[in-house]
């Protein structure tokens, strides 16, 4: 986020990139609908009525997509503008948001802003924790509406079972109340969007370089905030490792698979790429001015830290 866009912000790249996200997150949104059975595969793809019978069946799930895609690229869209509108509020040149299209479970990594230099303390609040908030003021209310649109059900053996941090765990308990022994909520495409919004404002909260979170620590407490945010990436790493030998150890030898490392095949990726992106950075966030941040501000830069801590999730996501 530190390279130098121009004044007037180009717009071929990002517009191509959204719509590749977009189509990228309507396909994580059908494949919520699509058979996941390899025999089903098979059936469908090796004979010419098959083939037909799979092209409408995609077509279908991609018309079922919209309900995961267009709650989660709002709440993305959200996000990016929180930042963009504050950065051009305080006459900082930034490019507009850049999506990462990924066609996984989620469909995208979220967006990039790039911007020069902060030169204020204040400005940096601003920028940073504008798209945070602006985003969960969508996600919240998504997370709720798709959970009250959610059955309750007996566990299913396998699968994956979406993580749990402390502002999640209470939405379902005030929407679903409390849920008896052996069920859980199955997330209807409108919950799992909100969910994913959640998961995500997380991460770019982390307290590391120039995430969210890397800038409001920053303007918190100045360069002390790049020795604790390379403490946080080689702990978060430690976690990862531990988390991965935990379930090593406490996994009967006949049930492990890949499946049980999820949230360690989760955290230690995150904390590697974060890690990197803090080296390129020179392992230094840049100088943010030395004007003192207002009440407000600091009191915003706590919320956001608050935050974080309240939608950490310490197993994004786990077998079932």
Request: glycine residues 10%; contains cysteine.
């Amino acid at each position: 986020m530190s390279d130098e866009p121009a004044h007037r912000p180009r717009v071929l790249l990002p517009a191509a990139l959204f719509a590749a996200t977009v189509l990228s997150v309507f396909y994580a949104g059908a494949t919520q609908h699509l058979p996941r059975s390899p025999e089903s595969y098979v059936q469908v793809t090796f004979t010419l009525p098959g083939m037909l019978a799979a092209l409408r069946t995609l077509g279908w799930a991609l018309g079922q997509g919209w309900r995961f895609a267009v709650p989660l690229l709002a709440i993305l869209v959200t996000h990016e503008l929180g930042h963009f509108l504050l950065a051009r509020r305080h006459r900082v040149p930034a490019s507009l948001p850049m999506f990462v299209p990924f066609p996984n479970l989620l469909g995208t990594m979220g967006a990039i802003i790039s911007m020069r230099p902060i030169g204020s303390r204040n400005a940096l609040v601003d920028i940073g924790a504008a798209g945070p908030l602006a985003g969960l003021v969508l996600a919240i209310p998504i997370t709720a509406v798709g959970l009250a649109l959610s059955p309750v059900e007996p566990l299913a053996p396998g699968g994956l079972l979406e993580g749990d941090s402390l502002i999640y765990l209470l939405l379902k308990r005030l929407v679903c109340g409390p849920l008896p022994a052996g069920y859980d909520v199955q997330l209807h495409p409108f919950a799992f969007a909100g969910w994913v919004g959640l998961f995500m404002t997380m991460l770019n909260l982390l307290p590391v370089g120039q995430l969210d979170g890397g800038h409001v620590t920053y303007a918190l407490f100045g360069p002390r905030a790049d020795r604790w945010s390379r403490w946080f990436t080689g702990a978060l790493l430690g976690y990862a490792l531990a988390l991965a030998g935990y379930i090593a150890l406490t996994t009967p030898l006949a049930q492990l698979s890949v499946d049980r490392f999820v949230p360690a095949l989760i955290w230690g990726p995150w904390a590697l790429a974060t890690r990197v992106l803090l080296r390129l950075s020179g392992d230094e966030h840049p100088p943010a001015g030395d004007d003192a941040l207002t009440p407000a501000r600091k009191a915003i830069a706590l919320l956001c830290l608050a935050l974080f801590a309240l939608l950490f999730m310490p197993l994004p996501m786990r077998a079932g």
